[in-house]
């Protein structure tokens, strides 16, 4: 068994990864400051549903703070994998914030990689976003497209810290696999997410926010294929860059209307003026993933859409409160 070390292990996806390691019988150290770049209160839940598992220890770290992220390091050496999932994310956030994003992602990602490097960790595991590819990219988009003209900050920021990922590679021969996401989705999901924001204001009969004309197309891909996914870049690779995403793709508006049938309840819907920050469409080409790792996304969309309406009923005490912006 080994020892990882998963940096912003009260988030969305990074939380369910620790989960799963601690389940193969790891040893898990978990970093994350708790901001409230979201609401706390998902986080708080999230963390709650790890901290009592044998083998977890957590520590309300800031991985821009270099000193005491070597602190942690220095006290559970040996560390045989680093996977960083703490980041600021969310598109129009970043545009609102950029220098929040370009702290955390970039020089957070950074110094991650240097104690990868102080404490010769071999593996570091970073998780970056489809949003690189821009407004354009080939559907379904493959890892060799073009990445030069990102829409955002957030995309720029994960773009730059894939750069300096392939320098710590290229320097001192760290083995780095890079996943890039499309559009991830599950239970505890950010609150800003489209489908936590969608079950929500359907559910409380709240206005539901539409940028454009809701034609725009995601391939969203479930939280489980996601967190299997990247555990599975844990085998050595050099240096790679590997989609993640699902098999199906859905237009927004079309969503709204699925998840109106699930709930059973008519969606007040509110159009706003398209937003710049975002892409038109995404679908990944994940031929890659499946070569190098044997890979494929496995839970239909229709299936992951109504488990996550039934948890949110499930945990609607909460949830129903939760801020969606």
């Known amino acids: 068994m080994a020892n990882y070390l998963v940096a912003g292990a009260a988030g969305f996806i990074g939380s369910r990864i620790a989960s799963l390691l601690l389940e193969q019988g790891h040893t898990v150290v978990g970093v994350d400051n708790l901001n409230d770049s979201y609401d706390p209160r998902v986080k708080r839940y999230r963390l709650e549903r790890i901290l009592p598992t044998p083998g977890f220890s957590f520590y309300q770290k800031d991985i821009c703070d270099l000193p005491a992220l070597q602190d942690v390091f220095a006290h559970h050496l040996p560390v045989q994998a680093v996977f960083n999932l703490a980041a600021r994310a969310g598109v129009r956030q970043s545009v609102q914030d950029p220098w929040g994003f370009v702290d955390t992602n970039i020089t ?17 595991i970073f998780t970056s976003t489809s949003g690189v590819y821009g407004a354009n990219p080939p559907l379904p ?13 957030y995309a720029a920021s994960k773009r730059a810290a894939e750069l300096m990922c392939h320098a710590y590679h290229s320097l001192y021969g760290l083995d780095v696999t890079i996943f890039r996401f499309f559009s991830v989705y599950g239970p505890y999901s950010r609150p800003d997410m489209v489908m936590f924001r969608f079950i929500q204001w359907i559910s409380e009969g709240r206005p539901v926010a539409i940028h454009g004309d809701g034609g725009q197309t995601r391939a969203f891909t479930h939280l489980e294929d996601v967190a299997r996914g990247t555990i599975l870049g844990l085998k050595p690779l050099g240096y790679e860059i590997l989609n993640l995403g699902g098999h199906e793709t ?26 710049l920050a975002d892409a038109r469409g995404n679908q990944a080409d994940v031929s890659k993933a499946g070569r190098l790792l044997g890979w494929r996304p496995t839970i239909p969309l229709e299936q992951g859409l109504a488990s996550l309406v039934e948890w949110y009923r499930a945990e609607r005490s909460w949830t129903s409160k939760v801020l969606t912006p």
């Open 141 to 153: 988009t493959p890892e060799t497209s073009e990445t030069e003209h990102p829409l955002q900050p």
């Open 250 to 275: 859905i237009g927004i508006l079309d969503l709204a209307r699925k998840i109106e049938a699930y709930i059973g309840r008519k969606a007040n819907l509110k159009f706003l003026p398209p937003s």
């Open 108 to 124: 957070g990602t950074l110094n991650l990689l240097e104690c990868c490097r102080k404490f010769d960790v071999p593996k570091f």
